[in-house]
Nanobody, 118 residues
Framework: QVQLVESGGGLVQPGGSLRLSCTAS??????????MGWYRQAPGKQREAVAI????????NYADSVKGRFTISRDFAKNAVYLQMNMLNPDDTARYYC?????????WGQGTQVIVSS
């Protein structure tokens, strides 16, 4: 089993920045082999992938809407994944979820709320 806990959300003005963190605990095998990512879900919308990074910490993939503004990174020593979000705009308002996919299993955190508003 794996547990994911997100933090770092909050209220930020347009143009501002936030850094989301996700700390994983549980089975070391899953943590080491899994691809990790960030998803978000805005009210009335489907959950969408924002950024995903593979088990080697290389070759991140981003949604077109966040390319050039968001950066995903992974710290294997801390079993953590981060999402640096810059140049935020109101369309980025959503609940952001951490995700781990490993050995045909998918795990989700509880999410952290991001609100971009003046």
């Amino acid at each position: 089993q794996v547990q994911l806990v997100e933090s770092g959300g909050g209220l930020v003005q347009p143009g501002g920045s936030l850094r989301l963190s996700c700390t994983a605990s549980g089975s070391i095998t899953y943590l080491r082999l899994g691809d990790m990512g960030w998803y978000r879900q805005a009210p009335g919308k489907q959950r969408e992938a924002v950024a995903i990074i593979n088990s080697s910490g290389l070759f991140p993939n981003y949604a077109d809407s966040v390319k050039g503004r968001f950066t995903i990174s992974r710290d294997f020593a801390k079993n953590a994944v981060y999402l640096q979000m810059n140049m935020l705009n109101p369309d980025d308002t959503a609940r952001y979820y951490c995700n781990l996919v490993a050995l045909n299993r998918t795990y989700w955190g509880q999410g952290t709320q991001v609100i971009v508003s003046s």
